[in-house]
């Protein structure tokens, strides 16, 4: 009988994501990012255009998606974009997580909720927004972080509109645009928008910049965690997902 050569790593907790129909980035940089132990699973919500009717679009298909991944007896289930996740102002991301709960009986997050609750623990007052999208959907980001608290200092923009196009820039526009962004009075930058490769810049624009960088998917993906009850150390990725998932 001829041996395998395939190793096998027994999966301990499963790990749901709702991400965007058109989104091409998640899944490759979750997928690279969460601990070996921990398996992905994917639900589709129809979302095509970074526009605000487009995140009307998106919340119908919430139960649906939801009660599928529960199917997969997933461990919790996060809604990892940021734009629809606050469309509606504050309270709206709990309105959606409630949903998402309602619907699986399983623990659910938003990345909107994520970015709130990772500045409250970093002890971030005053930010600056770098987000990859058009002006119209910026404020709608400023108005929800406002509204949690906190003071906004800048706000930057790119300009995107469809996703799939997001989707294919590499994270030297992610660090560009967080070079621009960053302000010397903010305590923290943070990069909303789940459709590009942010993730592989953090970690060098918190080292060039001294403060703080939040990204949604290294949001998403820490407050994901956090509700598996996970400790891990993931590293590469910034100083959130480093230090702040261990006991």
């Known amino acids: ?3 395998t050569n395939v190793s096998y790593v027994k999966k301990t907790h499963r790990f749901g ?18 601990p070996e132990t921990v398996s992905l699973h994917t639900g589709r919500v129809a979302y095509r255009d970074i526009t605000p009717e487009e995140q009307e679009r998106c919340v119908l298909e919430l139960e649906t998606e939801s009660r599928k991944l529960a199917d997969a007896e997933v461990g919790v289930i996060v809604f990892a974009a940021t734009a629809p996740t606050l469309a509606k102002g504050k309270g709206y991301d709990r309105e ?3 949903r998402m709960e309602d619907a699986s009986g399983r623990p659910a997050t ?11 623990l970093l002890g971030a007052k005053r930010i600056a927004i770098g987000a990859p999208w058009s002006k ?4 709608p980001m400023v108005e929800f972080m406002q ?4 003071t906004v200092v800048h706000s930057e923009v790119v300009g995107f509109v469809a996703a799939i196009d997001l989707g294919r820039v590499g994270p030297e526009t992610a660090y560009d645009l ?3 962004t960053d302000r010397p009075d903010a305590d923290a930058i943070i990069m909303p928008g789940g459709n590009w490769s942010a993730m592989p810049a953090v970690e060098r624009l918190e080292q060039e910049l001294g403060k703080p960088v939040l990204c949604n998917n290294a949001v998403s993906l820490w ?21 702040h998932l261990t006991a």
Do not use: C, W
């Open 136 to 139: 119209i959907m910026d404020k």
């Open 147 to 150: 509204a949690h608290g906190f």
């Open 1 to 3: 009988m001829s041996e």
């Open 96 to 98: 959606l997580i409630k």
């Open 178 to 180: 967080g070079r621009k």
């Open 223 to 243: 407050a994901g965690l956090r509700l598996l009850k996970r400790t891990d150390s993931i590293q590469g990725y910034g100083r959130l997902l480093r230090d």
């Open 110 to 120: 938003t990345a909107a909720t994520a970015f709130v609750d990772a500045l409250r």
């Open 17 to 34: 994501l709702l991400t965007p129909s058109s989104n091409t980035t998640q899944e490759p940089e979750f997928s690279a990012a969460l």
